[in-house]
């Protein structure tokens, strides 16, 4: 009797063979004998017929199991992988078909350029027909080779999750694919554990935690799947860490979730030489420039989250609050994206009290706002007077630097530089706002002094006179004067509110809307 033997039927005669004791002892070379040739000498030294003997040994556990077929396959898959691509004469992956435009291109190429164009991922596809638990053996033989790259496992680990978990949500927690979905997501994480996840983009890992929560994973695999994001946290974007909110929550995202993250990204980052770095400033600026690039890109991350999740009117203060101080201040050099995201909070939470808009907006360092973003906050009618009167303080300080100073280029004062390259920076401009703060102090009272002396503090009869009495730029003082004609009306619970403030650089009573230059002169001036 004749048997031609194959990829598809080898397991199932070896098996059978295995059954009637088909062995050397009845009769030499009997049919176990030849079949373990055939699967020595051929199979096993294929990589397409290895996969199809894995696939097909599933449906003839346990013998397959028991004969150490499944094994050897496994074993043979996992070496192939790591066989260098210049020996691999591959064009195209097993379960890829040819398009003609394809077969064309295959057609002109030479040899040697099929062998170049070999990618070092050329197998991920291929073995995302095996079923989860055989995968899970194979990728876990991948990794114990220790000859892969991290990035090419990465790879595969997406790639099987892009084959199997369903885009649609609606099909994705239905009856039928729930169970199958959440064992795939809970091998990948286990897969992940390995290597914390390194290889994987974090926008890949953030959107496996969201069906991860939308099937309903255990508390562990959660658990390490926010460990593994945490790492790569500064890779994310703000679209990623939209992760919707449970059904028990009434926000509309999950910001406990995300400050989980955040908080676990802070406390890596402070056990890490890099934020030795951060706060000692060793191995000297090209070294701290580097450690500092991941909490500058974290802090971008947070104040864009924060901007979204303003949006939201149900989200509490306090949330916010504790959301923007998880990082540090010098992971923030610019205000701008805090700014934003704060008026949006003022604008869709307009009943909060008096003392709540003065917490929320002590968030917010005045002094590291853009000129643009002093500009529109100047005018900003939802922001507390005293944090306008800020602003158009400290903007009336920049021009003065930048008026004093023939050469300097706005753009090079630390006071409005869109970005401060160091934690030294925040000083620098603190010490430059007090020296100014003393020399316009001082010009005020010089100004002060002579305008009395002469009698001439009313009078414009000069060009010369004009210039030296006015103490705003002119887009700051038309700024003052809209401020001022809007507010007038309550003039007096307002300034009120902003005498016993020590930020403040003046306080406005009642009765200087007329001469609220005269009054700056007379009034001492601080900083906090």
């Known amino acids: 009797m004749t048997v031609t033997l194959n990829a598809y039927n080898v397991v ?56 150490k077929i499944v ?93 199997w978990i369903p885009d649609s949500v609606d099909t ?28 994987c983009p974090c926008s890949f890992l953030l959107k496996l935690l969201r069906v991860a929560i939308l099937v309903g994973v ?23 860490l939209l992760i919707p909110a449970r059904s028990l929550q009434i926000t509309t995202y999950d910001v406990h979730l995300v400050q989980g993250i955040l908080n676990q990204y802070m406390n890596h980052e402070k056990g890490s030489c890099g934020m030795e770095v951060v706060e000692e400033k060793h191995g000297g600026e090209d070294k701290y420039i580097l450690a500092r690039r991941s909490l500058l890109n974290v802090g971008k991350l947070v104040d ?22 998880s990082i540090p201040d010098f992971a923030r050099p610019n205000h ?25 907006c002590g968030l917010m360092d005045v002094r590291k706002l853009t000129a643009g973003a002093s500009v529109h906050a100047a005018q900003n009618e939802r922001l507390p007077l005293r944090v306008i009167v800020q602003v158009l303080f400290f903007d009336q300080v920049r021009s003065s630097i930048s008026f004093r100073t023939p050469g300097n280029n706005s753009a090079r004062d630390p006071l409005c530089s869109p970005m401060n390259r160091d934690e030294g920076c925040e000083t620098t401009a603190g010490d430059s706002c007090q020296a100014a703060l003393k020399n316009q102090m001082s010009h005020w009272r010089i100004k002060d002094g002579e305008l009395h002396k002469n009698g001439k503090l009313g009078k414009k009869n000069s060009k010369n006179n004009k210039s030296d009495i006015q103490l705003l730029p002119s887009r700051s003082r038309r700024i003052f004067d809209k401020l001022w004609s809007v507010r007038k009306g309550h003039g007096e619970n307002r300034s009120s509110e902003t005498s016993g403030s020590s930020s403040s650089p003046t306080s406005l009573g009642q ?14 001036h601080s900083i906090s």
């Not at 030499?28 to 055939?38: A, M, P, S």
């Not at 864009?304 to 101080?325: R, T």
């Open 71 to 163: 094994g050897r396959c496994i074993d043979s898959i996992a070496s192939k992988t790591s066989v260098d691509p210049a020996y691999i004469t591959w064009s195209y992956t097993y379960n890829r078909k040819l398009t003609e435009p394809d077969k064309i291109v295959e057609d002109k190429m030479t040899f040697l350029e099929k062998i170049e164009s070999v990618p070092e991922d050329w197998w991920v596809e291929d073995i995302c027909e095996l079923d989860i638990d055989l995968y899970k053996r194979v990728m876990v033989a991948v990794k114990s080779k220790g000859r892969m790259d991290g990035v090419v496992i990465g790879e595969a680990l997406k790639t099987y999750a892009l084959r």
């Open 511 to 524: 009765g200087d809307t007329k001469s609220y230059g005269l009054s700056l002169r007379h009034k001492r």
């Open 304 to 325: 864009g989250y924060l901007g979204e999740i303003a949006h939201d009117p149900n989200l509490g203060l306090s949330s916010f609050v504790d959301l923007s101080q």
């Open 12 to 67: 199932a005669a070896r098996c059978a063979a295995e059954y009637l004791e088909m062995t050397e002892d009845v009769d030499r070379g009997n049919l176990i004998l030849k079949i373990e040739v055939f699967l020595n000498s051929s199979i096993f030294c294929r990589w397409k017929d290895s996969i199809i003997v894995l696939q097909t040994s599933k449906s003839l556990l346990p013998w397959s199991e028991d004969l």
């Open 172 to 199: 994705l927690v239905s009856d039928a694919n729930t169970s199958r979905t959440k064992a795939v997501v809970q091998t990948i994480v286990c897969l992940l554990s390995y290597d914390n996840g390194i290889g």
């Open 218 to 240: 255990n508390e562990s695999s959660r658990e390490e799947l926010m460990k593994s994001i945490s790492l790569k946290l500064d890779e994310a974007c703000v679209k990623d």
């Open 336 to 360: 701008d994206g805090l700014y934003r995201a704060i008026d949006i909070y003022l604008k869709e939470h307009p009943n909060l009290t008096k003392a709540e808009r003065k917490k929320l």
